[in-house]
């Protein structure tokens, strides 16, 4: 890995922010200001230091690289879609190197270095005064890195920026610890400072609102505490009560939505009109099958018919291109908010929402753990959240819903139902139903819901029509993708290392730390 040194700040920004940094340093000739250290934030400079924490968030969801890293990996593992490409073969579990080569190359080359910037820049050593701004970027590098060690289990992280061309992995669980110990150091800061503003119009989330920080905050813990709980369960218990008791998202207002402009765009409007996936068998079965409201939220009916149909992941090439009924035209694409290449910049990029919060709630309340009430009440209540999420507010329909028995159906190239358990919460199929639902309230995390269904094995999953990877067989789950080809070339040691880390093969059947 070839890590760009972290104070050379001209060299880590793009866009609008090169710009920005061009007129700071082109405007004048004074010796002095030209060599004044630039961690050390002028009132210019902050506003700088804003616009790259703004690139921050909006590269690390991967928006421009959208499509590589999430949409043909984590999408289809979790089966929100199933592949219509003929010349894309990860459906059918093929870890293709030069996409995630490009997916770690595109993370480690820019968010790693501009998160470094923001955090020594704001640092309370360096700079006093800003600490709220440092406590933001720590929330922002806890979350933006959970999804990459989810994806891959050990990585760089300690070390990043460490001004070598050899950048060590950490473990999984040194990973997860610090994120504990980070979020604790951030909510310390936004907590005595509750009530106020940091980032302002550079935040495209909350707009820099600290409260809203803080409720964010504590619901990451949650969720990273209910990752590690098979593993770490005193831990995951003690730290998902003083989530709770400090106080997560309780309501769509506390939803965590990224504001899409003309400069950060949603990825998915950009190759959703491309027709190279469609609604998946596994999606088609619930949500018709529950009669659920959000389908037409979150898929289009066929052109052919008007019918929402659905794929089974994993069709052969041959299929692909000879049976009519695959034909696009004849299946589901996404729903209308992604579309239409035009409605990029009005399209918010779903980052957490209060309905996840309460589906951990209710799992949280199944282990024992003081949740602050019933599993039964968090499940309605999550169930309830994502439907005003999606725009359905009608009360008694969602009241409908919550006591339906309807149950999942088969489908067109799935003659059984992926599962037969009813909406209407029933204790012995609790935990199944939980995930059903936290599973459709992710769409279209596909990153957050294929670590979900991983961990838990909620909801089930079609077996594929076919797998072209020889460790990870058609009804198996893959558990990971492997290492970047270009960290062997540049980073052999160090990969080798992470291997011994990771405890298994570098190989898509290996487990990661959490997922025992």
Known sequence: MRI???RYIKNLIKGAVLLTLAVAVGCTDDFEEINTDPLVLTELDASLIGNIYARCQYQGFDIDYHQTSQNLFADHYCQYYANTQNAFPSDRYVLVGGWLNGAWNAFYGEI???????????DPAVNPGFETLHALAQIWKVIVYERKTNYWGPIPYFNVNNGEAAVPYDSER???????ASLDDALAVLNANAGGNAFGSHDQI??????QWIRFANTLRLRIAMRVSAVEPAIAQAEAEKAVAAGVMTDNSHD???QTTSNSIHGMNRYTPWNEFRMSSAMESVLRGYDDPRMGHFFRPAVTDGEFRGLRNGYEIVDLQGLAVLDVNNLSAIGPRWADVGDQVSNPYEIMQAAEAYFLRAEGALKGWNMGGTAEEFYNMGIEKSMIHWGITDAAAIAAYQQSNNVPVATHDAPTPLSDIPVKYDAANALEQIMTQKWLALFPDGWEAWAEVRRTGFPKMYARMASENPDVGVNEMMRRVTFASGEYETNGAAVEDAI???????RGDTRLWWNP
Not at 113 to 121: D, H, I, P, Q, T
């Open 4 to 6: 760009i040194m972290k």
């Open 174 to 180: 040194d990973i997860y610890m610090d994120y504990f």
């Open 500 to 506: 011994n880390k990771l405890g298994g093969p570098d």
């Open 112 to 122: 790693p270095n501009n998160l470094s910037v923001v955090l020594e820049a704001t």
């Open 256 to 258: 965590a939505n990224f």
């Open 206 to 211: 909350y707009g820099g609102d600290i409260d």
